[in-house]
């Protein structure tokens, strides 16, 4: 899985992934970044199908998105 997001200032930026239950799964990336666009992927082939939150944090935003994984 692909997961694209935009960065708007230079810094720091965290994408981690969290099951239902709330507890992080994965961290897909803890580094400094230039703006613009990145894409991360997720090989989430060790991982149940179900619900999955993917959060971007950066010094000012943070964003969570849903994903289903089907297998």
């Given at each position: 899985?692909?997961?694209?997001f935009t960065v708007p200032k230079e810094g720091m930026v965290?994408?981690?992934v969290y099951?239902?239950?709330g507890q992080r799964v994965e961290v897909l990336a803890k580094e400094?970044?230039?703006p613009g666009t990145h894409a991360?992927?997720?090989?989430?082939?060790?991982?149940s199908a179900g619900i999955y939150f993917c959060t971007v944090r950066t010094r000012e935003l943070s964003r969570t998105?849903?994903?289903?994984?089907?297998?």
């Open positions: 899985t692909t997961i694209s965290t994408a981690e099951n239902v239950a400094h970044m230039k991360i992927v997720w090989n989430a082939s060790n991982h998105v849903k994903m289903t994984l089907m297998k």
